[in-house]
């Protein structure tokens, strides 16, 4: 099954899709989908909205073999993507969202209309979303799900902070019917086995309420695509039989490059199959209920919550036998750190709603939510403790706690010639807690041991438990803030409903920070009874989370191939100022959005542009390393540290886009029903103003920019610019069948940084590259990797053995593609002086992947309604 059925078979899914939207072959059906977010008013239809919403139903997101909600929605929703990490701790497990080309923090969720908390750390490594915080998607159970609604445009005046690029509202399910799924899933290579158990059930709460709970648990097993390490692992022997540390070169251990020194003979016999890339292994158990009772005729009680624990192993980097990072007398052969990684969420929400207040309708609710993340290290060992050391030990926990108040009104107002003035105001108060947990002190400790063997030994050892050691006393914080809000948002409609205006008007004062006021004005126009035109424009924000103003860790990142220690300090860290951090600003945003809408009959088109810019943006500082740096840091307590880095407001973008949606629902007669969707989004981000070297660094002679190139094009191009999705669902009497085939446009990353020209030559023959200079004056280049656009066609089956009874069964990635690989190390690039991009041959793909490096997989699901 080679390319070019790839894409015939992408090519003939869009055709036949596009062909079952014709509407010319309109026959009359209902395809109305009805939605709440957008506005504070009554619900209303997806394409009478003034902005692009997007409403995916349970039953769609559930098709296939996506075992996440995620992505589920990536394939869903065009504009939303997420990548697949690995080695990246908790970040392994909650996979930062992006919409629209931006940021993970940029987008806002809520739950039944309700802000949702995020998860308490920041991305602190080499990945997508660098910086952020991001949400946990997984501890809400799919099972529980009624619909998504996904808001594509600025509605920080309506719904607060986060609210740049979009809001995901989460509507769970209601009623009192009950359902009960398992599926179980594995790829074609064997391993990722995946087993998924679900059941939903509502209660009656008199005549007229519900209480509804779901319980999911699932069990996920790793899969792996690293390749064999062939480098040298031992100590090898000069000519005077002194060891010499081994070799760090692609193959040095199996003779395709010179070792160091003559080999171990154990070279010949380890296994060589020690790295993991891939998915991580976890174990997870979430519930949700979500539960209605009127009170009388005007008045009702709801409330919704859940909680979820989800444990996890993240696969850290490889220390060979003969690395100074090893205790050889542990583990003569190497190790893999292990990061044993726990993520809880719980949260509750209650409230009244009501429908004359002094004639308003009213709703006053109050949301407690909050996740925790506890982290530990097995399989390893603190070297600066010698043979005393553990194996295990705590690293510490991240916790974040939000308390959210809202009291909202709504009217509408007669004011004579014509339609009504519909009024909404209201109030909220949040409160917002961070904590940074110390770990164990072995855990970070210098135990005082140097290094016991080898070439080196004698000299300090690394101190702290592998990779990066647990959280310091100087890392710990408690802190909170509170903001307090005032919204205001007006609604009406004009000759005869053909045009509708709205404005919204938020002020916002953090306890932290100060206050910020925002708007935002829409509006559609029906041209026809068929055509309309929409479009919005205003301003938005986004508050720098706790997290960002307070988090500081110290990791080990490998960077081109090498590990690097590297501190992230909190910008209000006491040592914050010796390397020119400041207090983050928030976010700030001007947004406009302008599209049009075409309905008729079953079928539905719209096309929407739209303009973001995006003042000083939150990201994660370059890496600044120099021998001063590191000595400065120790003489201030820091001792050892190759590199820092910190949180800072870096950037001011602007992002440019398109989104094109078209669907059509058509009835076969005796051949059954047709739905075709064909969903499209292009995005371009580019940079008005990236700040230079901070003055403090630029003294004691960095000449590093305070956001360098790496950070750069991961902002702008390691999210795909173009996505397409071509969606055919097929059903008759009780046979259906889905088909989905999408296009992830091309990605790229900062493959290598400062190769000379040589290098260059025998690094990239292959492969589509960009080289950026280094400087005006040196012949060197940082090398930037393309990596083409690929197809992903996903299958499944179904059939109903009964009304009540469903069987089906996929295949997801039918082609079993997988990504184009990173430049790699070779014996020419070796001689030439470098390895490739691929961490020494072992790991053959890239961490920005748009859709993983699984390969094929296989599905089976039940599905039983009761």
């Known amino acids: 099954m080679g390319k070019e059925l790839k894409y015939l078979t992408f090519t003939g899914a869009s055709a036949l899709a596009l062909l079952a939207m014709s509407p010319a072959l309109a026959q009359p059906a209902d395809l109305e989908e009805i939605i709440v977010i957008g506005s504070r008013f009554e619900p209303r239809v997806v394409t009478e909205s003034p902005t692009p919403i997007d409403s995916i139903s349970a039953e769609e997101l559930t098709r296939g073999g996506a075992t996440d909600l995620q992505s589920m929605l990536k394939v869903a929703v065009p504009s939303f993507s997420t990548p697949r990490p690995t080695a990246a701790g908790a970040l392994d497990f909650l996979t930062p969202p992006t919409m629209r080309g931006l940021s993970t923090g940029q987008l806002l969720v809520l739950v039944n209309g309700k802000r949702r908390h995020t998860a308490p750390g920041v991305n602190a490594g080499n990945q997508i979303g660098r910086g952020d915080v991001a949400y946990d998607f997984n501890a809400i159970p799919t099972a529980a799900i009624s619909r998504v609604e996904v808001l594509r445009d600025g509605a920080a005046a309506q719904y607060g902070s986060d609210a740049i690029a979009g809001v995901m509202?989460?509507?769970?399910?209601?009623?009192?019917?009950?359902?009960?799924?398992?599926?179980?899933?594995?790829?074609?290579?064997?391993?990722g086995q995946h087993v998924e158990l679900s059941a939903g059930k509502g209660i009656d709460l008199g005549d007229d309420g519900f209480a509804r709970l779901t319980v999911q648990y699932k069990h996920h097993e790793e899969t792996d695509r690293a390749a064999p390490d062939t480098r040298q692992q031992y100590f090898g022997r000069n000519a005077a039989g002194a060891l010499v540390a081994p070799s760090g070169n692609y193959g040095s251990g199996v003779g395709l490059t010179p070792s160091n020194g003559t080999l171990d003979p154990r070279e010949a016999t380890i296994d060589r199959d020690m790295w993991n890339f891939g998915e991580p292994k976890y174990e997870q158990l979430a519930l949700f209920l979500n539960a209605e009772k009127p009170l009388s005729d005007d008045v009702t009680a709801y409330g919704f919550g859940g909680y979820s624990r989800l444990k996890g192993n993240s696969f850290n980097f490889f220390r060979r036998a003969g690395q100074d990072e090893t205790l050889r007398s542990l583990y003569p052969d190497g190790f893999m750190p292990i990061q044993e990684i726990e993520i809880i969420n719980g949260s509750g929400a209650v409230g009244v709603r009501g429908d004359d207040l002094a004639g308003f309708g009213w709703d006053l609710s109050t949301l407690y939510g909050g996740s925790r993340i506890n982290t530990g290290y097995s399989n390893t060992a603190n070297v600066s403790q010698g043979t005393a050391s553990k194996t295990s030990f705590d690293r510490g926990f991240n916790d974040f706690r939000q308390w959210t108040t809202n009291l909202d009104f709504t009217r509408e107002i007669p004011v004579g010639g014509g339609e009504p003035l519909k009024f909404a105001f209201g109030f909220e108060y949040r409160k917002e807690i961070y904590e940074l947990g110390v770990g164990e002190p072995d855990s970070y400790a210098n135990g005082g041991v140097p290094i016991l063997d080898g070439p080196n030994a004698g000299r300090p050892a690394p101190v702290g438990a592998q990779p990066g050691g647990g959280?310091?006393?100087?890392?710990?914080?408690?802190?909170?803030?509170?903001?307090?809000?005032?919204?205001?948002?007006?609604?009406?409609?004009?000759?005869?409903?053909?045009?509708?205006?709205?404005?919204?008007?938020?002020?916002?004062?953090?306890?932290?920070?100060?206050?910020?006021?925002?708007?935002?004005?829409?509006?559609?126009?029906?041209?026809?009874?068929?055509?309309?035109?929409?479009?919005?424009?205003?301003?938005?924000?986004?508050?720098?989370?706790?997290?960002?103003?307070?988090?500081?860790?110290?990791?080990?990142?490998?960077?081109?191939?090498?590990?690097?220690?590297?501190?992230?300090?909190?910008?209000?860290?006491?040592?914050?100022?010796?390397?020119?951090?400041?207090?983050?600003?928030?976010?700030k945003s001007d947004n406009i959005s302008t599209g049009v809408v075409f309905s008729?009959?079953?079928?539905?088109?719209?096309?929407?542009?739209?303009?973001?810019?995006?003042?000083?943006?939150?990201?994660?500082?370059?890496?600044?390393?120099?021998?001063?740096?590191?000595?400065?840091?120790?003489?201030?307590?820091?001792?050892?540290?190759?590199?820092?880095?910190?949180?800072?407001?870096?950037v001011d973008t602007t992002t440019k886009g398109v989104d094109i949606t078209l669907r059509y629902k058509h009835d076969l007669d005796e051949w059954g029903e047709v739905t075709g969707t064909f969903a499209a989004n292009f995005n371009e981000t580019k940079f008005d103003r990236i700040a230079g070297t901070p003055a403090a660094l630029s003294a004691i002679g960095i000449t590093t920019v305070l956001f360098d190139l790496s950070q750069q094009v991961r902002f702008t191009d390691?999210?795909?610019?173009?996505?397409?999705?071509?969606?055919?669902?097929?059903?008759?009497?009780?046979?259906?069948?889905?088909?989905?085939?999408?296009?992830?446009?091309?990605?790229?990353?900062?493959?290598?940084?400062?190769?000379?020209?040589?290098?260059?030559?025998?690094?990239?023959?292959?492969?589509?590259?960009?080289?950026?200079?280094?400087?005006?004056?040196?012949?060197?280049?940082?090398?930037?990797?393309?990596?083409?656009?690929?197809?992903?066609?996903?299958?499944?089956?179904?059939?109903?053995?009964?009304?009540?009874?469903?069987?089906?069964?996929?295949?997801?990635?039918?082609?079993?593609?997988?990504?184009?690989?990173?430049?790699?190390?070779?014996?020419?690039?070796?001689?030439?002086?470098?390895?490739?991009?691929?961490?020494?041959?072992?790991?053959?793909?890239?961490?920005?992947?748009?859709?993983?490096?699984?390969?094929?997989?296989?599905?089976?699901?039940?599905?039983?309604?009761?």
């Open 169 to 191: 509202n989460v509507q769970l399910a209601k009623g009192t019917d009950g359902t009960a799924s398992a599926m179980y899933g594995i790829t074609g290579e064997g391993d």
């Open 471 to 587: 959280n310091t006393p100087e890392d710990a914080t408690k802190q909170d803030r509170n903001s307090k809000a005032a919204y205001v948002e007006l609604e009406r409609d004009f000759f005869d409903e053909r045009l509708t205006l709205s404005g919204a008007l938020r002020y916002e004062d953090f306890s932290d920070f100060g206050d910020t006021t925002n708007y935002k004005l829409a509006g559609r126009f029906e041209i026809t009874d068929e055509l309309a035109l929409r479009g919005s424009f205003g301003s938005g924000f986004r508050a720098p989370a706790l997290a960002q103003s307070y988090f500081s860790s110290t990791n080990v990142s490998f960077v081109n191939g090498q590990p690097l220690r590297t501190r992230n300090i909190s910008v209000n860290h006491p040592t914050a100022a010796l390397v020119g951090a400041t207090a983050l600003k928030p976010e």
């Open 600 to 650: 008729s009959g079953d079928f539905d088109a719209t096309v929407d542009y739209y303009r973001i810019e995006i003042t000083d943006r939150i990201a994660m500082s370059s890496n600044f390393q120099s021998t001063a740096l590191t000595n400065l840091l120790a003489a201030r307590g820091y001792p050892g540290l190759g590199a820092i880095s910190y949180l800072t407001n870096a």
């Open 718 to 866: 390691s999210m795909p610019k173009d996505k397409f999705t071509a969606n055919l669902n097929w059903q008759k009497d009780a046979l259906h069948l889905n088909l989905t085939g999408t296009r992830y446009g091309e990605v790229a990353q900062v493959a290598l940084t400062n190769r000379t020209p040589a290098q260059i030559a025998a690094l990239t023959p292959g492969y589509k590259v960009k080289l950026v200079p280094v400087s005006a004056t040196s012949a060197n280049s940082d090398i930037i990797q393309y990596y083409r656009a690929d197809i992903v066609v996903d299958i499944e089956a179904g059939y109903d053995l009964t009304d009540d009874f469903t069987l089906s069964a996929g295949v997801s990635n039918l082609f079993d593609q997988y990504p184009e690989k990173q430049i790699a190390s070779t014996a020419a690039s070796v001689a030439a002086g470098t390895n490739g991009a691929d961490n020494n041959g072992t790991f053959p793909y890239a961490y920005i992947a748009p859709y993983g490096v699984n390969g094929r997989a296989f599905h089976v699901k039940a599905t039983y309604r009761f």
